[in-house]
């Protein structure tokens, strides 16, 4: 088991284009997070997944941002028409039923 | 509702002197308690958790955190610190009911002198 792993680990789009992000979980991990963090400041949560159901959304997602995961394996967040707040550090981490998350590297977006 | 409060965003100390790093949370329910390291550009790493067992928690790289109902504190600590502890350290909460959203403090950076 390699752990938790996020394509890319860098990315620079200018402003308005679209970007996706992709997460890879531990296998057989049911549980899947995505969270941003900007400089300075800890994780905040975006959504949850358990399966393939996403079972919460932040207030912190506006309608440009979507995530996924089809079959309860990986997952996408896409977010559309990036604005310069959008840059921050995108973590995606997994667990087996809610207890201890496992974080990937994290995706560095940058909007120019 | 849950929230975490990590004092000082900054903390000093020379190598081999104790460590010493605060947290105090606030929860409706009987939390489950989280302290993690992030090294420059990475994710976040356990350190230790707690989960209504033991209130001193053991965990790797020689650090330990006692969990104090009465002061809702999980204050973080290592008796001797090594140049290679130098990191933002965050400490979390989320409900024991099975709840699924951790709860992030706004971290400590950790500056090891020698």
């Known amino acids: 088991d390699t752990g938790v792993s996020q394509d890319p680990r860098h990315k620079i789009t200018k402003r308005g284009q679209n970007v996706t992000f992709r997460c890879d979980p531990i296998?057989?991990?049911?549980?899947l997070y995505w969270y941003r963090q900007t400089l300075g400041q800890g994780p905040e949560f975006l959504t949850y997944f358990q399966n393939e159901a996403q079972l919460e959304k932040s207030r912190l997602l506006s309608d440009r941002f979507s995530a996924e995961r089809p079959k309860g394996s990986f997952s996408t967040l896409e977010i559309q028409r990036t604005e310069q707040g959008d840059s921050a550090m995108y973590l995606c981490?997994?667990?087996?039923?809610?207890?201890?998350?496992?974080f990937g590297q994290g995706t560095r977006l940058t909007v120019v | 509702a849950q929230s975490v409060t990590q004092l000082g965003s900054h903390v000093s100390v020379s190598e081999g002197a104790l460590v010493l790093l605060r947290c105090n949370y606030s929860s409706s329910v009987p939390p489950y308690l989280f302290w993690y390291v992030q090294y420059p550009n990475q994710g976040l790493q356990l350190l230790l958790k707690?989960?209504?067992?033991?209130?001193l928690v053991k965990g790797i790289n020689g650090f330990e955190a006692e969990f104090k109902k009465s002061e809702t504190s999980f204050h973080l600590t290592k008796p001797s610190a090594h140049m290679s502890d130098a990191a933002e350290y965050f400490c979390a909460v989320s409900p024991n009911t099975g709840g699924f959203k951790t709860i992030f403090g706004a971290g400590t950076r950790l500056f090891v002198k020698a």
């Open positions: 981490a997994s667990s087996r039923d809610g207890l201890e998350a496992f």
């Open positions: 296998s057989e991990h049911n549980r």
């Open positions: 707690y989960t209504s067992a033991a209130t």
